[in-house]
């Protein structure tokens, strides 16, 4: 399979989301910001190879084990005066338990692609999800109740956090304005407000916090127990709190497309055992694991 490394940028979802807070515009945005940054060329000309990936073949005769899940989400962003197409991509090992009344969502990355329609290949806003964070998110698990039936239930609503806690309503409260907010977690605990993206261009790093807000529709599964697909509905609120870089100190809001995203599910372990297929192996995999990006 083939994908340009534009379908490869690596960021976490506010760390695509700037604009800038100082400067003089010319009349095209974009030209002013590849003075101030030159873009590198024009990688979409670039192709890669992305291996199939070949898991073991796991007998099963219930949702029961151990899962790769894969939520993708379509929006647009306007860091400047037009919107970008932006696609989420959220991966997590799911755990079934025996009785199927649990699945278990553990964090594993979070991968943001950005098309400016510009062409130019270049890379302002990209970041990355650092492993400290990417370890803190891991270690406060996404829990969904299921009938315990084989099936996954008809509808799901979860609210899932970065950087907060002790709100009153997730799902509703103002996400707070400043860093001494008592709704504010240092959850990465490296001492700034929030959590910590390193920003990779232009170069800094965001405290800020986040939240998805996240309705999933009934998955159709496979005879198999093998694979899963369900649709999804979704909002993003994001606030920054700080950072070591100006330009990185406004999040832009994003909006979310009607139709075209989805949750999908392949099974990496058997019933009894879960195996040890985790998360630095999807990670590296998850590309090829999931070919299909798009609905």
């Not at 219930?62 to 959220?90: E, F, K, M």
């Not at 084989?150 to 950087?163: A, E, I, N, R, Y």
């Not at 504010?184 to 916090?209: A, K, S």
């Not at 709190?241 to 989805?262: Q, R």
Request: hydrophobic content about 40%; proline content about 5%.
């Amino acid at each position: 399979m083939k994908t340009t490394t534009k379908q490869m940028l690596i960021a976490a979802i506010a760390a695509t989301t700037f604009v800038w807070a100082s400067g003089c515009w010319k009349s095209d945005g974009q030209e002013r910001l590849d003075e101030l940054y030159p873009p590198d060329g024009d990688e979409d000309a670039e192709e890669l190879d992305i291996a199939e990936v070949e898991l073991e073949e796991f007998e099963a005769e219930s949702l029961a084990g151990r899962w790769a899940l894969h939520v993708y989400q379509q929006g647009t962003i306007s860091p400047l005066a037009s919107p970008w197409d932006i696609a989420i991509n959220d991966l997590f090992i799911a755990d079934i338990d025996a009785a199927q009344e649990t699945m278990t969502l553990t964090f594993c990355n979070q991968i943001a692609n950005i098309d400016s329609g510009g062409g130019s290949g270049n890379a302002l806003g990209q970041s990355k999800t650092p492993e400290l964070l990417q370890n803190a998110i891991a270690e406060s698990p996404l829990e969904i109740g299921l009938p315990g039936d084989g099936t996954l239930p008809k509808q799901t609503d979860l609210v899932w956090t970065w950087g907060l806690h002790d709100m009153d309503d997730p799902a509703n409260t103002p996400l707070p304005e400043a860093a001494g907010d008592s709704l504010v977690w240092d959850q990465d605990e490296d001492t700034n407000p929030g959590v910590t993206l390193e920003i990779l261009n232009p170069e800094g790093h965001r405290y800020m916090v986040r939240r998805a807000v996240w309705t999933w529709q009934a998955a159709e599964i496979d005879d198999d127990w093998s694979f899963a697909r369900g649709d999804v509905t979704f909002r993003v609120d994001e606030k920054a709190l700080g950072a070591d870089n100006a330009l990185l100190e406004t999040v832009a809001p994003i909006t979310a497309n009607a139709e075209g995203n989805f949750y999908q599910m392949i099974r990496v372990g058997g019933e009894a055992d879960a195996g040890d297929y985790d998360c630095a192996r999807l990670r590296e995999e998850w590309l090829g694991l999931f070919p299909q990006q798009e609905n």
